[in-house]
């Protein structure tokens, strides 16, 4: 039958089929334009992967002797104490807003994103002023017992612990939001007839809702990993050498910018690795429609007792509390000292320069992600595709590594164009674009 269908097809048609398989994508002007954006974005990941043969293997190997160790096991415990203290903090959150009934569980809904809106370095310095030794906190608790500096031991926020506990109290949203919405959208029916067949409330979590949950957690893990790697504020701050930290002290402190580039492609290994692990999580996310998010009707799964609804009240409130309440409240008492007063005067200044950069940036995003996309729609083509996919890894590139690929072949750039504007305008000034605001 497939040879007598075969040979019914005349041989133009099987050429001409032959040559639309092999003919080249037709390039619109928008494939063009999501080619360009890409071939920008990739500029700062060209800087640093060209970097490694030209200099900075030979950095990295002496750093080796001497830092780069503390640097990839801070970095490497860090990720690791996060991202442990964010996954049971958001699953655990968004578990109990999507299958139980408790007091405030709409509120906690929703609210329990707000720890997103705090900068993880301002919750560093608020939480280090809070609980340091000379801090309200530790004064209050020698005034209430009378104790001395050595009648008693209280753990050091300024540590590596502390920092990740601060890190995971601001980023567990992440975590929090893929998996309330997986918990939301996966079977109701199946966790029921767990129940069912005699599995109690825990164990159905473990055996039903958790394994079918574990690709959003993941993505969730993956997008916490590649912020704490980006991080750069709160380990500076409580002076943890990481890739971040490292990157900085290498190019400005001790200007070597082999060292610097070499740490950057080190750290670009770990984004990769990071990236992967979410592209790979978001295969595996499928949607019911019979979703624990639709059962409110037909009651909660997990029935709580009267304690089990104030733990879970607690459970929610807590990290709520330490992530968004007390920084916030902390923040606006030290707004209305007499320094920050006196300081006000500036307040305007700063406040207009971040408005106009904010607006600016997020009408370029904006613009830029429209064209993406409609590119992606009008055009089926593979390098459209991975043109796309590599303009928009930005999000997980640290900031750090974008500095450090960016400034290099920024200022070949800039020097260039200040010197023909030097020669042949009669300019006399200094860098056009370096240190501007349109750079950043």
């Known amino acids: 039958m497939v040879n007598r269908l075969s040979q019914s097809v005349p041989p133009q048609a099987s050429a001409a089929k032959g040559a639309r398989a092999f003919a080249l994508p037709k390039w619109g002007g928008w494939a063009v334009a999501a080619m360009v954006v890409a071939a920008l974005a990739a500029v700062p990941l060209i800087a640093v992967a060209l970097a490694a043969p030209m200099g900075g293997m030979e950095a990295l190997i002496a750093l080796s002797e001497t830092v780069l160790g503390r ?185 070597d910018r082999d060292a610097a580039m070499g740490l950057a492609a080190l750290m670009l290994l770990f984004v990769l690795v990071l990236v992967t692990i979410e592209a790979m999580t978001r295969r595996g996310r499928t949607v019911s429609r019979d979703g624990i998010g639709e059962t409110s009707q037909r009651g909660p799964l997990v029935r709580l007792s009267a304690g089990g609804k104030a733990l879970a009240f607690a459970a929610c409130l807590i990290p709520l509390m330490l992530g968004f309440v007390v920084p916030v409240l902390h923040l606006g008492a030290l707004a209305t000292q007499d320094a920050a007063l006196g300081a006000a005067g500036s307040l305007w200044t700063y406040t207009s320069a971040s408005i106009w950069l904010g607006a600016a940036v997020a009408v370029t995003c904006c613009v830029l992600a429209i064209l993406l996309a409609f590119a992606g729609s009008r055009s089926d083509s593979r390098m459209v595709a991975g043109a796309t996919r590599l303009a928009t890894l930005g999000y997980a590139l640290p900031g750090a590594l974008l500095a450090v690929g960016l400034l290099a072949p920024l200022g070949w750039v800039d020097q260039g164009l200040t010197g023909f504007a030097r020669d042949n305008l009669g300019y006399g000034g200094g860098l056009i674009l370096t240190g501007t605001s349109l750079i950043l």
């Open 71 to 255: 640097y990839v096991a801070n970095t490497a415990a860090l990720m690791v104490l996060t991202g442990a203290i964010a996954g049971v903090i958001g699953t655990g959150c968004a578990w109990l807003v999507s299958a139980c009934e408790f007091p405030g569980r709409r509120m906690f809904a929703w609210a329990l994103v707000l720890p997103l809106a705090v900068p993880s370095y301002i919750a560093a310095y608020l939480y280090a002023d809070l609980l340091d030794f000379g801090g309200p906190v530790q004064s209050g608790l020698r005034a209430i017992t009378g104790w001395g500096v050595e009648d008693y031991s209280f753990p050091a926020i300024r540590s590596l612990p502390g920092a990740a506990l601060i890190l995971a109290l601001v980023l567990y949203p992440y975590v929090y939001l893929l998996a309330r919405t997986a918990f939301a959208t996966q079977s109701a029916s199946q966790f029921r007839a767990a129940r069912s067949l005699g599995a109690g409330p825990s164990r159905a979590f473990w055996r039903i809702a958790l394994p079918a949950a574990r690709p959003a957690i993941a993505g969730g893990l993956a997008l916490v990993l590649m912020e704490v790697l980006a991080d750069f504020g709160v380990a500076e701050y409580f002076a943890i050498p990481t890739f971040s930290t490292g990157i900085f002290r290498s190019w400005l402190a001790m200007g």
